[in-house]
């Protein structure tokens, strides 16, 4: 079987049951007594097994095989948890997650020495609980006495459907057997062996009944035989060596279905056959009941490990299908195309009046708007995706510094643009671990405050407008500013003037610039200054910006506010001399018209005041050095007031053009770094403007 083309599936189910079984493991971490946790934890580390047995795997399997013993002793509350046992666990779960995108990225299973782990685990399975589980697997010893009724007659029972589908199925023509596989007694991961038999027998036909049924051959729940009834057009030599190619199969048995009922009913009396054989005319008129060979609804003709066909007919289901990120990416693409070619067809119909084009544009407008909202809608994510990944990391952090809290997560459901989210986890990590070990103070350290020796620690999403806002929330000891302008002053950053014309709040957002750091001792989690500018630079890259609010010894509070998508906008276009410029509407707060007196000098800064606030002027022009090819003869000076967070400035432009819907284009490599310009775009006459990057203006 070729699993490559499996392997993108494989891949992303296999993240999907990672991320499960770490929820699961921080729940039962939680509360040890609910078993029904368990449950879920040990479905998905069978789920991962299966498929990695399926997918030729083995390592992985093995390893998970060997967790999943430690599962099914919990579950089954022969093993109570401790701190050992669940250490254990999650290490594990690490190995398997670099081991799984080690296959997936071309490299060997091996990346991980997996022998102490195994013998972990397995010591973890021993002890007295095998003395208690031993005799579950003697009923094996049974197996070939079961096998002994397939020798004499059928192990199969047929209901009257089974019956009216395969005599539906004999009478047209096709083949109906019942094939029993008995597996190697050494087999260790059954449910992958009977789904590659399902697998087979799908190639060749339909499985119309197994016994068991799916669910317990996905769960093991059977010993080493199994039964299958299949509707092929195939010789049985050919279903016969098509099974016994599967490795650990032990011996195939074939009979035909048919010859079966027809010999289960002949011993009542011999007319009885007649009827028998005639039943099938009986529902004929039922004939869409064979449709009820859709009763292989009930054929879970594989195991749910077989996840190709399994999340086909979920998806389905579901009214929902997934599609590649590249496809989304091309889409957008080609949005933004359209919405090019629409501005430059607005452009054409206002400049040669043309009213009949102006007036389909205008339909064209509100299709193209439903169209890019659509498009747009399809590109979201919800923020959950980056938020599930961080109970584990806090976790563990916890634990290394010895602290305790709750973590609390709301919002998850809020979405945010694909690119958005694809950026945003260093940063939010870079605030959990700065709450963690700068924010919450120890056990000890609370109870003395007479606060609760657990801290609170929380992650949360909502929607503000166009924008999104995510915070990281402590109640933990507070940023003390004056302890900030200390160390900015020692470390050189500011002078000691500068830090005593500070007030607090501007105090404590010196702790965004580059090298800052409060800690006195160097750790593996903090202490190095790298952090927090990280967090600045990344988020104002995204369009948006970060700041924190904080209370001495009542904990704070850091903001992250970021735009919903980056890749069609709103903006204003402006002119310096000749050159186009495009400033995104969500960092305006106003435009003015000033005059030359307007501006006043300020420790050698121009500035203006504008409803009693001292804002900062910023001459486009000399930033970017546009040479002056002419000078204006209008007196008014046009300014665009925009700000980022609590931060305002005004740039002084030459004109403004007007607001306009863009289509962000990055710079490519070849011009990355640019400071001041975040990226292009292509305007309706064809011509390209430049996207000032605010932030880096100020």
Known sequence: MDTNQYMEMFLEESREHLQSLNDGLLALENDPEEVSVVNDIFRNAHTIKGMSATMGFTKIAELTHDMENVFDLLRTE???????????????????????????????????????????????????????????PAPAAAAPAAAAPAAAGSSIEYSDTDKDVIMEAANGGMHVYHVKVTLADNCVLKSARSYMVMNALDQLGEVVKSVPPAEDLEQEKFEQSFDVVTVTDSEMKAIEDSILSISEVESVEIKDAVEEIKAAAAPAEAPAAAPAAAAPTAPAANVPVPAA????????????????????????????????IEKLDTLMNLM?????????????????????????????????????????????????????????????????????????????ETELDRTVIDEIGDPIMHLLRNSLDH?????????????????????????????????VTDDGKGIDADVIRRKAVEKGMISEDEANSLDD???????????????????????RGVGMDVVRSKIETLGGHVDVETKIDEGSVFKIKLPLTLA???????????????????????????TQ??????????VIVLRGQIIPIIRL?????????????????????????????????????????????????????????????????????????????M
């Open 621 to 697: 022009g000399d930033i970017l050095n546009v040479p002056r090819v002419h000078e204006t003869d209008s007196d008014d000076i046009f300014v665009v007031v925009v700000h980022i967070g609590e931060r305002k400035a005004g740039i002084v432009v030459d004109n403004l053009i007007g607001q306009q819907e863009i289509v962000i284009k990055t710079l490519g490599k070849l011009l990355a770094g640019l400071k001041v310009i975040s990226g292009a775009t292509v305007l309706g006459d064809g011509r390209v403007a430049m996207i000032l990057d605010v932030s880096a203006l």
């Open 568 to 594: 069609i906008i709103q903006a204003l276009l402006v002119k310096v001399q000749e050159e186009m410029y495009a400033i995104p509407l969500g960092s305006i707060d106003s435009t003015i018209n000033i």
């Open 597 to 606: 007196e307007d501006i006043k000098t300020v420790r050698n800064k121009e």
């Open 293 to 324: 060979p859709v009763a292989p609804a009930a054929q879970p003709s594989a195991p749910p490990a077989k996840k190709p066909a399994a999340d086909a007919k979920k998806l389905k289901s579901g009214q929902s299908v997934r599609v590649d």
């Open 505 to 527: 709040a501007d105090a404590v957002r010196l702790i965004f610039l580059p090298g800052f750091s409060t800690a006195e001792v160097v750790t593996d989690v903090s202490g």
């Open 78 to 136: 022969k093993m109570k948890v401790n701190e050992d046992i669940m250490d254990t666990l999650f290490k594990t779960i690490d190995s398997l997650e670099q081991m799984i995108e080690s296959v997936g990225s071309g490299g060997p299973e091996d990346v991980v020495d997996i022998t102490g782990f195994a013998s972990k685990l397995s010591a973890l399975a021993s002890g007295k609980t095998v003395a208690e589980a031993e005799p579950a």
């Open 439 to 471: 924010g919450l103070e120890h056990p000890d350290d609370r109870e003395a405050k007479g606060k609760p020796r657990i801290g609170e620690v929380g992650l949360i999403a909502r929607h503000e407008g166009n924008n999104v806002v995510i915070m």
């Open 336 to 412: 933004g195309e359209l919405v090019i070619n629409k501005v430059r067809l607005e452009q054409i119909g206002t400049t040669h009046r043309l009213t009949e084009l102006t007036e389909t544009l205008e339909q064209m407008d509100r299709v193209t708007t439903d169209l890019q909202t659509v498009v747009m809608k399809v590109r979201m994510v919800p923020v959950g995706q980056v938020f599930n990944r961080f109970p584990r990391m806090v976790r563990d952090l916890a634990k290394e510094l010895g602290k305790e809290l709750n973590l609390t997560i709301e919002g998850e």
